[in-house]
């Protein structure tokens, strides 16, 4: 059995959840909507304030599919009550972000500034020049768009210059050895 599949999931007040004949799930909160598709070998069950998984056999695929289900639609849950942030940090001398208007400006190091769209939901909040918030809904989606962010000047194991995330411990190496 399943130890995350079989638990329950409790669908807070003013969230709303609707699962249709396609196995298509559309969970409404104060957030925002998110919809998602099921695989069709899972029953998506709604018993009053809870939403409950079960899978049809006891196959290895339907067993890996049952928590998979219960951890999205989670997930989903989640995301439009409280909603998701990944903070980031920069580090290194002349590297800053900013916010112009709906774009987030990265000056890394590069010869020209690096620009991401707020766009999918998904919102930048820069409290000062060396950090990075992005919040939005959808887990994945918030995920994907501080790794790209990441991306674009991973930190360096000598100095430590770079984006990384806030609590991200960076393996260290001496550099050349002295005489």
Do not use: W
């Not at 219960?70 to 580090?91: A, D, Q, S």
């Not at 962010?149 to 100095?159: A, F, G, N, S, T």
């Amino acid at each position: 059995m399943s130890r995350i599949g079989i638990k329950p999931i409790a669908v807070p007040a003013g969230v709303d959840v609707n699962v249709d004949d396609a196995n298509v799930i559309t969970v409404k909160g104060p957030l925002g909507t998110l919809t998602q598709a099921v695989h069709p070998k899972m029953a998506v069950k709604i018993n009053g304030a809870e939403i409950v998984v079960e899978r049809s056999s006891e196959d290895k695929e339907d067993k890996s599919l049952h928590g998979l289900t219960r951890t999205l639609i989670n997930n989903m849950v989640e995301g439009v009550t409280k909603g998701f942030t990944k903070e980031l940090e920069i580090n290194g001398v002349g590297y800053r972000a900013q916010k112009q208007g709906k774009t987030l400006v990265l000056n890394l190091g590069h010869s020209h500034p690096i620009n991401f769209e707020e766009e999918n939901g998904v919102t930048f909040d820069v409290p000062n020049a060396n950090s990075i918030i992005v919040k939005g809904i959808n887990k994945q989606v918030v995920g994907e768009i501080a790794a790209q962010i990441r991306d674009k000047r991973p930190p360096e194991p000598y100095l430590g210059k770079g984006v990384k995330y806030v609590g991200e411990h960076i393996r260290r190496k001496t550099g050349k050895a002295g005489k």
